[in-house]
Every structure is written in C-alpha cells, then in structure tokens.
C-alpha cells in the first residue's frame, strides 16, 4: 500500500472524532512491530521519528527509508512524521526522506521567539508540500525545562493558542494539558475543561505528546474532549525493554532476544489500536 500522508490520517480521525495514534520508531524493529501491530489491528498509524532518534543513528535517512519502505509493504496505512525537531538543518532534510509531516518544537523558547521561528518552519514546510505541527505551552519531562505538567503558567492558554495559530499558519498544535514525556506508569491526570475549550476556539488537530502516562480511560475522555493526534512511544519501550531483559541470557544471538521483543512491541500497539478505535461509533443499546 502507498504510504499515507500524516495530513489525511489526521483530517479523517479528525472528522470522526477519534484518535491518530503516532508511535515512536527508535530502532528498526520499532518500525517492523508498529506496521505489524497496526495490521493486525486493521488500524491505520503514523510512524514518527524524532529529532533524538536521528541522534542516535547520526543520519535521519537510513531509518526514514526502512520506514517507508515498511510502511509501502503494509496492508493498512502509515504516514511518516519527524518529531521534536529543533534543529532547521534536520527539518530541511524532511522532504527528501519520505516525510509527510514535521512537528517543529520551538516549546522551550519564550513565546515571541517561537512564535517567529515556527512561523519560519510553517513557511519552508508549506513550500514543500509538508504538514507541520507545532507546540505551545510546557509538555512535563523536557530536560530543557525543569518546570513540571502541573506548575503554574505551563498550560496552554487558549486565547494565547488562537493568536499562535493565526500568526504562524500551523496545521496541528501539540498542547500541555497534564501530560509527561518518558512517564513508565499510567497516572498523568489531563485537564479536560482545558482541552474542550482548546477544541472550542481552534480550527487545527490537537496533539498529545506524553501520552504513555495517560490511563486509556483518560485518553478515551480527551479524545472525545477534542485530541485528535495522539503520540505514543515509553509504552513500547517499556514492553520492548521488559522482553529483552528476560531474553538476554538465552543466546548470544541478537535475534533470539530481539524478535519476542519486538513482538513485545507489537502486541502493545494492536492493544493501544484496540483501546482507541471507534470512539465516535454510537453504543448499542442495552
């Protein structure tokens, strides 16, 4: 199947009410589980690659290309998105490495300053054809700020939002309403009130970044509150790691440990699938 565009999985969850999950691609096997979990659940993903991802291999081209390649072999549809990216040389690399979509993350900067350079990324994605997603307000668990999801003035005010959107001409807004980066347990309490009137005044998706921490009855309530683009990635690393630490003693051969963890990874996210599907489906009466 040809691989999606980020934009159309959105604009459709969006339409429906319901979830676009995104799964973090950290290493090969990530992406070989994702597309497996997502066909096994017959639910469409996006397959996401961040900025320290692209650290971490020293190049973002040879990931993004085993992506696409994956995503092209799929029974179900996959988009390609590079997360949290930072660094205007790495989002200039997007467009010729099978990128539909980039979240361009000047979070940490005062507002005025990211303000003008999303503005800046808006301007060069839109010239080349991308979808890029941007963010306002404090995620928690970013160690370029030590401010928590919970401290005063972290949260994204809506009234600052509309102005934000206007000005720079994103297509999606990733929003801190409660949520963490790298939470191992499922207790971040999301502002709901919060994200309805985000949903109320703003004409682009909402992101959740951190939602690995959100209990799934809680992310079910936000997505129905008005989320649309839901960003998963500790929870797979939770399964992957835990598999692995069992596997390693087996054999010295990579493969014996990596393939039940990587299976590990699959099964949660046709899980996570599972857990969010047809939000917008009426119940049956009882």
Sequence with gaps: MPIESTAALVSRARALRQAAPAFNVITLEHAEAIAAGAERAGRPAILQISENAVRYHGAVAPLACACVAIAAACDVPLALHLDHVTDVELLHLAADCGFSSVMFDGGALPYAQNLHATADAVRWAHEHELWLEAELGYVGGKPDMPAGAHAAGVRTDPSEAVAFVAATGVDALA??????HAMAERRAELDLALIGRLHDVLDVPLVLHGSSGVPVAGLRAA???GLTKIN???????????????????????RRYLAPARDAIADEVTRLLADLADLAEPTSPT
Excluded at 175 to 180: D, E, T
């Design 175 to 180: 929003v801190a309403v409660g949520s963490s």
């Design 223 to 225: 997505i129905a509150a």
């Design 232 to 254: 998963i990635g500790t929870a797979l690393n939770v399964a992957f790691t835990e598999t692995l630490r069992r596997g390693l003693g087996a054999s010295p051969d990579p």
